[in-house]
C-alpha cells in the first residue's frame, strides 16, 4: 500500500536518530581529521534544529552481523587487540582502547535502523556514528574505517527480511571502496557513488560495473553544485529508480562541502538537502518511504552541522 508523503508507518516530523555514547571513545589522536568533535558538533546540531530530537541508543553489532561482510581475522583485530594506547593499522586508521566498543555500536545502529524500517515502526532512520565505514573491505580496516556500517546493515536487510534489490546511496566525497567490494558480486546489492577523482582511495571508475550492479560517477575537483546535481539527475537517480529498491541506504559523507580540507568539490549543505529529498521521493515510489542513512565522511565541523541538519530536514520530509 502506498501511502502519501508524511503518513502511515510511524511519524515523519521525528526521524529517529541512533548514537551512542561509546562513539566518541574512539581516540584517533591529536590532529586526526577524523575526531570525536566531529559526532559532537552534527548531534548538537540536530538537538539545536530539531527540539524533540527522538535520539536513541545503538546496540552493539554481534559478531554474527559483523561476520555477514567481515573476515573472523578482522574481527580479532579490531574486537580482540585491546590496544592499552593508540596503535596505528595504516597510516590514517587507528585503534585505541575505546574503538571496539565504537565499531561494534557504528555497526549495531544500522542494524537497528533496518529492524525500525523494516519493522514497520518507522519509516526513514538516520544513523550519527563514527567511525565511518565504506572504506572497510571484508578483511582490511582502512581510510579512517573499522567495519563497514552500511554493508553489516545491508546485509542484516538480506538475510533477516529476505530483500532483493537494496539500494545503498553513496554522495561522500571519497569513493566507498570497501562497500563496492563487498557487494560486486551480489546482484540483490546496488552500489551507486559520486565521488572526486583522482582522490583516496583511487578507485570508483565509471568502468567498475560488478555484475550490473555497481554505477559510479567520478567528478572532478571543483566541480560544484550544478554539475553535480546534473549527475545525480541525468546520471544516478535514474539508476536507482529503475532499480526498484526495497530498502534505499544512504552513506551520508558531506565532505564534497566546500569548507571540508580533504577535498575539493564545492558543495553547500543544500546540495545534501536537494539530493537527500530526490532520494525520499525514490523511497516513496518503491518501499514506502524505507531509507537508512548512516554518517560517513565530513572533516569540518560547521560544514557538518549545516550539512546534517538539511539532510536531517529532507529525511523528514
Avoid at 548514537?19 to 558538533?41: I, K, M, N, Q, V
Avoid at 539545536?48 to 555477514?68: C, E, I, K, V, Y
Avoid at 558531506?254 to 571540508?260: E, G, K, P, Q
Wanted: hydrophobic share 40%; proline share 7%; with cysteine.
Amino acid at each position: 500500500m502506498h501511502h502519501p508523503v508524511g503518513f502511515g508507518g510511524g511519524d515523519l516530523r521525528r526521524v529517529p536518530v541512533f548514537s551512542h555514547p561509546s562513539l566518541l571513545d574512539h581516540d584517533t589522536g591529536p590532529g586526526h581529521a577524523e575526531r570525536p568533535e566531529r559526532l559532537a558538533a552534527v548531534i548538537e546540531a540536530l538537538r539545536t534544529a530539531f527540539p524533540d530530537l527522538d535520539l536513541r541508543q545503538a546496540p552493539p553489532a554481534t559478531r554474527g552481523q559483523l561476520l555477514r561482510v567481515h573476515d573472523a581475522a578482522l574481527l580479532e583485530t579490531v574486537l580482540d587487540s585491546r590496544p592499552t594506547g593508540r596503535i596505528p593499522l595504516d597510516s590514517d586508521t587507528v585503534l585505541s582502547p575505546g574503538s571496539a566498543q565504537a565499531a561494534l555500536h557504528a555497526a549495531g545502529a544500522g542494524v537497528a535502523a533496518v529492524d525500525a524500517v523494516q519493522g514497520g515502526s518507522e519509516r526513514r532512520v538516520f544513523c550519527a556514528v563514527r567511525p565511518p565505514g565504506h572504506h572497510a573491505t571484508a578483511d582490511i580496516a582502512m581510510g579512517f574505517c573499522l567495519f563497514n556500517n552500511i554493508a553489516v546493515a545491508a546485509a542484516h536487510a538480506l538475510d533477516r527480511y529476505g530483500l532483493t534489490r537494496v539500494s545503498i546511496v553513496d554522495f561522500d566525497v571519497h569513493h566507498g571502496n570497501g562497500t563496492q567490494a563487498i557487494f560486486e558480486a551480489e546482484p540483490r546489492v546496488q552500489y551507486v557513488s559520486s565521488h572526486q577523482m583522482p582522490l583516496f582511495p583511487d578507485t570508483g571508475r565509471r568502468d567498475e560495473r560488478g555484475v550490473g550492479n555497481i554505477v559510479n560517477v567520478p567528478l572532478a575537483a571543483g566541480t560544484g553544485s550544478p554539475r553535480f546535481c546534473e549527475a545525480w539527475r541525468e546520471r544516478l537517480l535514474p539508476e536507482i529508480d529503475a532499480f526498484a529498491p526495497q530498502l534505499l541506504m544512504i552513506s551520508a559523507g558531506f565532505d564534497a562541502h566546500w569548507r571540508d580540507p580533504l577535498a575539493q568539490l564545492q558543495l553547500d549543505a543544500e546540495d545534501f538537502g536537494w539530493l537527500t529529498r530526490e532520494l525520499v521521493a525514490i523511497a516513496e515510489r518503491h518501499c514506502e518511504g524505507r531509507v537508512v542513512s548512516m554518517l560517513e565522511g565530513g572533516y569540518d565541523l560547521q560544514a557538518l552541522r549545516e550539512s546534517s541538519v538539511a539532510h536531517l530536514r529532507a529525511l523528514t520530509g
